[in-house]
Each structure stands twice: as structure tokens, then as C-alpha cells.
């Protein structure tokens, strides 16, 4: 079983940036892909950003230019990159790899 710890969350003001990370257990990270998600309150959970085994990247409409996943498969980690932060970005962020949930990182973004 894989499992996820995401860190790197925190307060930050409109405009600021903050890079979450989630570092993965197990022998065969390289192999999946990894997404980003993240829920509001009240919200349902919604996929932010993915990156395939190859490097490939999708990111949701709402965050594309301001956004940006990333993975060090030696250090079995991937990496979300948010700048231009808006409070609408206020969110728990967890990450995701198919068969396992991180416990989730929480962003708040203040006006």
C-alpha cells in the first residue's frame, strides 16, 4: 500500500505563492500518475493538476498559468507549484495516486 503525506500548506495573501509537496512510500512511484486535488468547504473535491508517469501535465481551467505540478521520482515526490493565489483557492489540497489518499494540506488565501 502506498502512502501519501502532503505538507507545505499554510495562510498566504491574495497574490502570494506556496509549493505543497507529497512525498510517497513504496518502491514503484515513478510508475503512477499523480494528481492534486483539493476541496472548499461545502465543495466537492475537484482534480487541480496531474502529472503521468512521462511527465505529462493537465491542470483544471481555473488554475492553468498559475499553477504547476512537478515530480522528483528520486525522491518519490511531487510537487504543486501556486502562485497568483486567489481566496478562491482556499482549499484542503490532497494528493492522489490511484490507490492511496494523502491526509490532505490546508491552503487559505486571504483578501
Known amino acids: 500500500q502506498v502512502q501519501l503525506v502532503e505538507s507545505g500548506g499554510g495562510l498566504v495573501q491574495a497574490g502570494g505563492s506556496l509549493r505543497l509537496s507529497c512525498a510517497a512510500s513504496?518502491?514503484?512511484?515513478?510508475?503512477?500518475?499523480m494528481e492534486w486535488y483539493r476541496q472548499a468547504p461545502g465543495k466537492q473535491r475537484e482534480l487541480v493538476a496531474l502529472?503521468?508517469?512521462?511527465?505529462?501535465?493537465t491542470y483544471a481551467d481555473s488554475v492553468k498559468g498559475r499553477f504547476t505540478i512537478s515530480r522528483d521520482n528520486a525522491k518519490n515526490t511531487v510537487y504543486l507549484q501556486m502562485n497568483s493565489l486567489k481566496p478562491e483557492d482556499t482549499a484542503v489540497y490532497y494528493c492522489?495516486?490511484?490507490?492511496?489518499w494523502g491526509q490532505g494540506t490546508q491552503v487559505t488565501v486571504s483578501s
Open positions: 513504496g518502491r514503484f512511484f515513478s510508475l503512477y500518475a
Open positions: 502529472i503521468n508517469s512521462r511527465g505529462t501535465t
Open positions: 492522489y495516486c490511484g490507490v492511496s
